[in-house]
């Protein structure tokens, strides 16, 4: 009978007539996420441009901070080594004046 295929004919001229919003949904969010990865390998680029010294080889400003810190540390890694040689040489005067009295 006509009468049972007209909905079948029914579906499919809807089927392309309208597109299936799934699909559609799906475009947008592979072209959201397209988008999202150039912009990652952008910052990728930047960033090994930065590591690699095509970019002077620090952040602007980094450089500054960085070597301010480094002098701060071995300004203060002096500190401890003197710091460290005169418990040292208190020590091992100590340790002499210890053996001197159980010699006695």
Do not use: M
């Not at 592979?30 to 090994?48: C, D, G, K, P």
């Amino acid at each position: 009978h006509p009468e049972s295929f007209a909905p079948a004919l029914a579906a499919k001229s809807r089927a392309s007539a309208y597109p299936d919003p799934k699909a559609a949904a799906t475009l947008a969010d592979v072209a959201t996420l397209q988008a999202a990865l150039q912009e990652r390998n952008i910052e990728i680029q930047r960033l090994r441009r930065i590591v690699d010294g095509g970019d002077g080889g620090t952040p602007p400003g980094g450089g500054d901070v960085r070597d301010q810190r480094l002098r701060e540390l071995a300004r203060k890694n002096r500190a401890l080594v003197q710091a460290v040689g005169k418990e040292r040489s208190s020590n091992a005067a100590l340790a002499g004046e210890v053996a001197s009295l159980k010699a006695k």
